[in-house]
């Protein structure tokens, strides 16, 4: 039987598709470009003519990643849900999935550490909390939330990187929550009546391409 990638015309297409299978089933780390070339029967040449760099191809995943994440949002609050809600949600998933699955921890790991990806993230996040926690900081500057941003994504980064040998899943999302919202101002009765902690996660780890 042919292999399912050479029924697809668009390689670049292809590429993306097998990085996206190879990133969340083995790992970031794991997956080479000769890898990806030698499953799609491509040199690796035909690799970099469309992603330079391995982290070139992973930027290009976590648009698309972002993009799932905010219609998730949107979606939820189209359903009635609060946008607070469906941020800290998308929040709790991702950490609930991390502590589960190894490769897809090692994605996070390497979107937070790479600056093409982590500067993409901060970018999209930067909006994306202003329009979640803008009610809570009415006056605050571009420069002010870019700022937070750029703390909030480490708080979030340290968070994948905990294990719950180390700390208990439900106080690592209890306190990332907590510390985020207090950042932007939330007030502690509506923290603490969200009851967060106590939300069984959906997994919220989906690329579409």
């Given amino acids: 039987m042919p292999h399912i990638y050479q029924k697809r015309p668009n390689t670049r297409l292809q590429i993306i598709q097998l990085a996206a299978k190879l990133f969340t089933e083995e790992g970031y780390s794991n997956t080479s470009f000769s890898k990806i070339a030698k499953i799609l029967d491509l040199s690796t040449g035909n690799i970099t003519f469309y992603f330079k760099s391995k982290e070139y191809l992973l930027a290009q995943l976590v648009v698309e990643l972002l993009a799932f994440q905010d219609l998730l949002i949107e979606q939820a609050t189209d359903e009635g849900k609060s946008s607070l809600l469906a941020y800290c949600l998308e929040l709790t998933s991702i950490v609930a999935i991390c502590e589960e699955n190894e490769p897809i921890r090692d994605f996070f790991t390497a979107s937070y550490t790479s600056p093409i990806t982590l500067s993409l993230i901060r970018e999209n996040d930067t909006q994306k909390t202003k329009d979640v926690f803008g009610q809570f900081r009415p006056d605050w500057t571009d420069a002010q939330w870019a700022a937070t941003e750029n703390v909030v994504s480490g708080i979030e980064y340290a968070?994948?990187?905990?294990?719950?040998?180390?700390?208990?899943?439900?106080?690592q999302i209890e306190r990332t929550l907590n510390a985020i919202m207090l950042l932007y101002g939330v007030p502690e009765e509506l923290r603490k009546a969200e009851s967060l902690c106590h939300i069984h996660p959906q997994p919220a780890v989906h690329v579409h391409c």
């Avoid at 994948?160 to 899943?169: C, F, G, S, Y």
């Fill in 159 to 171: 968070t994948i990187m905990t294990r719950e040998a180390d700390t208990p899943l439900p106080m």
